[in-house]
């Protein structure tokens, strides 16, 4: 039996969730303002500045850096989302119908703002309008996928990766309208906005029975979002980071604290090497006596072996 069209409809649902959230103060991010706070100290004024108007990838700024900056950023969501929760969790069962649809509002809010702070660090253009007015649809589809990864939903991350790859292609300022609007990105975000619809109406259920009893529903509720809010970001962050659109130009590409993997020629490089003396052709290879050693630049880079 319907119950109406909201009930029906878990897109909508989240739809609607994901607009309201986005409205409230302070949730959408200045990429300007954030990355040169965020990576002041970490960096030359020459690659932040270069980060501001290009990228970080642009910039050259290793990976490793990248991933320190965005785990401070991680920490801090988390730490204001758990203590809002908590917050909210303290009123108890009476409380219910005010709380528990402000405690998903916030939380989602704490998710866009991660995402975004996510995104600009691993070299997504601005999500955003100058004029910051209402989510358009390019920008609300990227954030559904967005949070489709932070779900852990396979298509999400092939729909992420592929966008990713236009705006590489394109060295593009802005996000691809058309693919995220009426594209091959399009389909899966409509999927992916269902099943966050239905996902968020069984957290708000859970969430609902932890603030049943007054000050043992906020810890649970605290400790409920910390242990949900953490691992997605840190998901978001980590499929974020191997994307092609986050790797470092002109150096080598840093993946984590500790550097280990092999090297891998550029194909580009090749041409004049197939054809000079020690190269056997049948293995496309240099033979072992005429390798050397690589030097770090453009033409070469390290990468994490999985």
Not at 134 to 150: E, H, I, P, S
């Given at each position: ?38 990576l ?26 990248l ?13 204001k ?6 917050a ?14 402000a ?33 358009d ?84 509720s ?51 090497q ?30 994490k072996r999985?």
């Amino acid at each position: 039996m319907v119950t109406g069209h909201m009930s029906e409809n878990p897109e909508s649902r989240f739809s609607a969730v994901l607009v309201g959230a986005a409205k409230l103060p302070g949730v959408q991010i200045d990429r300007e303002a954030y990355l040169r706070t965020a990576l002041a100290r970490h960096c030359s004024e020459d690659q932040l500045r270069r980060a501001l108007e290009e990228s970080p990838a642009a910039a050259g700024i290793p990976l490793d850096v990248l991933r320190k900056v965005a785990d401070a950023s991680i920490r801090y969501e988390t730490a204001k989302v758990s203590a809002l929760s908590a917050a909210a969790g303290i009123p108890g069962v009476l409380a219910l119908p005010a709380t528990v649809p402000a405690d998903l509002a916030q939380y989602v809010a704490h998710m866009l703002r991660i995402a975004q702070k996510l995104a600009y660090l691993y070299s997504w253009p601005d999500l955003f309008s100058a004029d910051h007015d209402d989510l358009d649809d390019a920008t609300k589809g990227v954030l559904t996928l967005f949070f489709g990864v932070m779900f852990g939903t396979q298509s999400a991350n092939a729909a992420v990766g592929k966008v990713a790859g236009m705006i590489s292609e394109q060295v593009a300022k802005k996000l691809p309208q058309q693919a995220l609007t009426k594209g091959v990105v399009y389909p899966v975000v409509k999927k992916v906005a269902q099943y966050l619809g239905v996902e968020m109406t069984k957290q708000t259920f859970a969430k609902s029975v932890s603030k049943a009893i007054p000050l043992v529903g906020a810890a649970v509720s605290g400790g409920l979002t910390y242990a949900t809010f953490r691992p997605m970001s840190k998901r978001l962050r980590t499929h974020l980071a191997g994307l092609e659109l986050a790797q470092p130009v002109g150096g080598q590409v840093f993946t984590g604290q500790v550097i280990t993997g092999e090297v891998i020629q550029d194909q580009n490089r090749n041409q004049d090497q197939e054809q000079g003396q020690g190269h056997d052709p049948s293995q496309g290879l240099p033979v072992a006596d005429e390798v050397k050693i690589p030097k770090p630049g453009r033409d070469w880079r390290v990468l994490k072996r999985r």
